[in-house]
Nanobody, 119 residues
Framework: QVQLVESGGGLVQPGGSLRLSCAASRSIFSIYAMGWYRQAPGKQRELVAEFTSGGKTNYADSVKGRFTISRDNAKNTVYLQMNSLKPEDTAVYYC?????????????WGPGTQVTVSS
């Protein structure tokens, strides 16, 4: 199992920056996929950015060029640097991890952190 805890959310003005952190309870080195999703009021949860197996990264088109995902394996932590924030980035941001054991996939979620972009 993996416990995930997010931090770093808050209120920021349009054009501002925030950095989210996700601390995992165990080594993230061998986790199959790990990253960030978000859910705005009345909308479905959507992928923001993630590391997949083999070290590849995926980004939602809406955040490409503005957000950067990174990781520190020694600290079991994944980060999301968010620049040039827009009001439409307002959402609860969730850390996600997927492990694979044999042919079974297991998904883990953090409790979420609120990001509000408003003037």
């Amino acid at each position: 199992q993996v416990q995930l805890v997010e931090s770093g959310g808050g209120l920021v003005q349009p054009g501002g920056s925030l950095r989210l952190s996700c601390a995992a309870s165990r080594s993230i080195f061998s986790i199959y996929a790990m990253g960030w999703y978000r859910q705005a009021p009345g909308k479905q949860r959507e992928l923001v950015a993630e590391f997949t197996s083999g070290g590849k990264t995926n980004y939602a088109d809406s955040v490409k060029g503005r957000f950067t995902i990174s990781r520190d394996n020694a600290k079991n932590t994944v980060y999301l640097q968010m620049n040039s924030l827009k009001p439409e980035d307002t959402a609860v941001y969730y850390c996600h991890a997927r492990t694979v054991v044999s042919t079974y996939e297991y998904d883990y979620w953090g409790p979420g952190t609120q990001v509000t972009v408003s003037s």
